[in-house]
Structure formats: structure tokens, C-alpha cells
Nanobody, 125 residues
Framework: QVQLVESGGGLVQAGGSLRLSCAAS????????VGWFRQAPGKDREFVAC??????DYADSGKGRFTISRDNAKNTVYLQMNSLKPEDTAVYYC????????????????????WGQGTQVTVSS
């Protein structure tokens, strides 16, 4: 079992930056694949980025602006978000999965076993 706690959200103007953190407790977090997802009001939860044994991956919406990284010594995964846009406004969730993903891969939220409570990101225009 692993517990995830997100932090770092807030209100920022368009063009600004935020760094989200996903802190884990419990099992050895370095063994887990981690993804970031977001959910805007009235919309489905969507993939943002992931960091797995094979590397990193980003949704097109965040490529070139978002960077996912991890510090295994701190049991934490980060999402650095730059050049934020109003359409980035959402609740951001981190999720973790131990082991290989199924055929649908790390972009699909149903493949993750553990979720945090989310952190609100609001980008004003």
C-alpha cells in the first residue's frame, strides 16, 4: 500500500509557473510508476504526464511546458508547469502503479492503483 499526497497547487496568472509535488509514504516509492492526471469541471480526468521505468511521457497539451521528475530519496514526484494557460485550470492528481502496465499503458487512468486527493490549479487570464 502507498499513500499519495499532492501539494503545490494555487492561483497563478497566465504565463506563470507552478511546481506540483506528489509525496508518497508506505512502500518503496522508487519501484512505482507515477502519473499525473487532471480534471476540469464537467470534464473527464485526463492524462498529463508519467514517469516510468522506460522514461517519461507527456500529453500533447503539456509538451514543452511541463516536466515530470522524481526524487527517490524524498519519495516525491514533481510536475513543473511553465507557461501556464487558463485551460490548464483543473484539479491535478498523482497516481501510482507497481509493475508493468497492461496493453493500454500508463496514459490510461484505470491502470493506476493508488491516487492522491488532488490539488487545485487555477490559471487566470
Amino acid at each position: 500500500q502507498v499513500q499519495l499526497v499532492e501539494s503545490g497547487g494555487g492561483l497563478v496568472q497566465a504565463g506563470g509557473s507552478l511546481r506540483l509535488s506528489c509525496a508518497a509514504s508506505g512502500r518503496t516509492f522508487s519501484n512505482y510508476n507515477v502519473g499525473w492526471f487532471r480534471q476540469a469541471p464537467g470534464k473527464d480526468r485526463e492524462f498529463v504526464a508519467c514517469i516510468t521505468w522506460s522514461g517519461t511521457d507527456y500529453a500533447d497539451s503539456g509538451k514543452g511546458r511541463f516536466t515530470i521528475s522524481r526524487d527517490n530519496a524524498k519519495n516525491t514526484v514533481y510536475l513543473q508547469m511553465n507557461s501556464l494557460k487558463p485551460e490548464d485550470t483543473a484539479v491535478y492528481y498523482c497516481a501510482a502503479h507497481l509493475g508493468r502496465f497492461g496493453i493500454t499503458g500508463p496514459r490510461v487512468r484505470y491502470n493506476y492503483d493508488y491516487w492522491g486527493q488532488g490539488t487545485q490549479v487555477t490559471v487566470s487570464s
